[in-house]
């Protein structure tokens, strides 16, 4: 089974920290994904990688930045937390989409999520 | 246009009926539609997923139903069961390789026994 790790459940950090958000895949997948969960506005994308070192922009990506620097393991950063960042952060992984003799679509698997608070 | 516009918000449905969600979508270039079920306290886990030439896909008591000429699909849940209360979440991939997905709003089920 696919196991997607968030390092924290919940998290408490003040406005203006710096904070990482941790997510560790153990199936060798090349994509990554952060998300973050809104009631009434469903999973939107903040940034996605391919492969190691390699990131895109999402939806959402102001006030965030990534990192991967293994294969393995996808960091969310919030560079100057603010109040509005307040919510639950998700994190997936998933193989390239066409990975097989017929692509019939790989699913994202995700992590059980980290509930972030700004103070 | 990049944007999963998903109906309706919450739904209450009675043990034994049918708990129909319906989704819609513009951009002509999403490929692959699948429906993604999250527990609380859960992330969201696969549940089915449809390719746009096929207008039906049945996997025991759910089946996606896609209208590819109305831009329109649809999750139908047969027999509900009270296990079935979670919030459901409709997508489409845009992303080809990169396997990127825009997800709807989410759908609130509550199976009341």
């Known amino acids: 089974d696919v196991k997607v790790t968030q390092s924290s459940r919940y998290l408490v950090k003040r406005t203006g920290e710096k904070v990482f958000l941790e997510c560790v895949q153990d199936?060798?997948?090349?994509?990554m994904f952060w998300y973050r969960q809104d009631p009434g506005l469903g999973l939107r994308l903040i940034y996605f990688?391919?492969?190691?070192?390699?990131?895109e922009k999402g939806d959402i990506p102001e006030g965030y930045s990534v990192s991967r620097e293994k294969k393995e393991r996808f960091s969310l950063i919030l560079e100057s937390a603010s109040t509005n960042q307040t919510s639950m952060y998700l994190c997936?992984?998933?193989?390239?989409?066409?990975?097989?003799?017929?692509?019939?679509?790989?699913?994202?698997?995700f992590g059980d999520g980290t509930r972030l608070s700004i103070l | 246009q990049q944007q999963v516009k998903q109906s309706p918000q919450s739904l209450i449905v009675q043990k034994g009926g049918i708990s129909i969600i319906n989704c819609a979508y513009e951009?002509?270039?999403?490929?692959?539609f699948p429906w993604y079920q999250q527990f609380p306290g859960k992330g969201p886990a696969l549940l089915i997923a449809i390719r746009p030439d096929v207008s039906e896909k049945k996997e025991g008591r759910f089946t996606i139903s896609f209208n590819k000429s109305a831009k329109q699909f649809s999750l139908h849940i047969m027999d509900s069961q009270p296990g079935d209360s979670a919030t459901y979440f409709c997508?489409?991939?845009?992303?080809?390789?990169?396997?990127?997905?825009?997800f709807g709003t989410g759908t609130l089920l509550a199976v009341q026994p």
């Open positions: 951009n002509t270039a999403f490929d692959y």
């Open positions: 199936m060798d997948h090349e994509n």
């Open positions: 990688s391919y492969d190691v070192k390699m990131k």
């Open positions: 997936a992984s998933s193989l390239f989409a066409g990975t097989g003799m017929v692509d019939l679509g790989q699913p994202q698997h």
């Open positions: 997508a489409a991939r845009f992303g080809g390789a990169t396997n990127k997905l825009i």
